[in-house]
């Protein structure tokens, strides 16, 4: 089965730096939680699938005495990356072809990252070959759609773009009870935790929360069909319940949720 990255590279990479700028620091409490999961000192090696522009593997180098490698669809997510943390080993690719030996990573993370994959559990199992025995995978993506109200933003993108095939899963595919951990069964890993973190997240005002939200893939996949001032149009109605008048702020509160496995 032909991988995706010839398709996200493009969209994800459209607009890159406002991604790196104005969407991916919301995920912090997300990446802080995961990284205090695990004691990332003297010579363990992180790996992050789908690194997008690299913050948590920005925060990952920030521990002593370790190294950090990222791999993403995109070459302008990682030449962001590579930005932010030169010493770090940041690679164009697939998620089900990782350019790198057999266990050469302690940990490996993918945030919302494997269900992009044209095989989620063929990419799993290529992050399984890569972790040593002894190492653990971290799998996060959305908690339920009725916990995450930037369900509303992806709701109003998705109307935007074409019939999706039968039998597509949607966002929240790995949102469903047991789910996830069918699937890590599934590539070979063995499921240990689930745990959820709260990610609200907060814009300043209204435009910067659309630029914002248009600089994912499918916002700017979205674009393609409808144009951008469509696109901006329908999530800036979206976001309108969320906006607080007052202040100008927007904020949506969202769950993640993320599955610690072992070879």
Avoid at 211 to 230: D, F, K, M, T
Wanted: net charge negative.
């Amino acid at each position: 089965m032909p991988g995706t990255a010839a398709v996200q590279g493009p969209l994800w990479g459209a607009r890159a730096r406002e991604w790196a700028e104005l969407q991916e620091p919301l995920a912090r409490p997300l990446f802080e939680t995961v990284l205090g999961r695990f004691d990332l000192g003297e010579g363990v090696r992180v790996l992050d699938v789908g690194c997008g522009t690299g913050l948590f593997c920005m925060l990952a180098a920030k521990e002593e005495g370790g190294s950090v490698a990222g791999l993403d669809a995109s070459e302008q997510s990682i030449a962001i990356a590579r930005e932010r943390t030169p010493a770090g080993d940041f690679r164009v690719g697939e998620l089900e072809e990782l350019p790198w030996a057999d266990g050469s990573f302690d940990v490996v993370t993918g945030f919302n990252a494997f269900q992009f994959a044209a095989s989620p559990a063929n990419a799993l199992r290529e992050a399984r070959r890569v972790v040593s025995l002894e190492g653990e995978v971290a799998v996060a993506v959305w908690g339920a759609p009725q916990d995450c109200e930037a369900a509303v933003v992806l709701k109003a993108v998705g109307e935007l773009l074409p019939p999706p095939p039968p039998g597509t899963p949607g966002p929240f595919a790995l949102s469903e009870p047991g789910a996830l951990e069918s699937l890590v069964e599934e590539a070979g890993l063995t499921p240990d935790e689930l745990h959820e973190v709260p990610c609200p997240w907060a814009y300043a005002d209204l435009d910067t929360a659309v630029q914002a939200l248009a600089s994912s893939g499918p916002a700017v996949r979205a674009e393609q069909e409808a144009g951008r001032e469509i696109v901006e149009q329908a999530i800036a109605q979206a976001l309108q319940p969320y906006l607080d008048v007052a202040t100008g702020i927007v904020q949506l509160e969202n769950v993640f949720r993320y599955l610690v496995a072992r070879p």
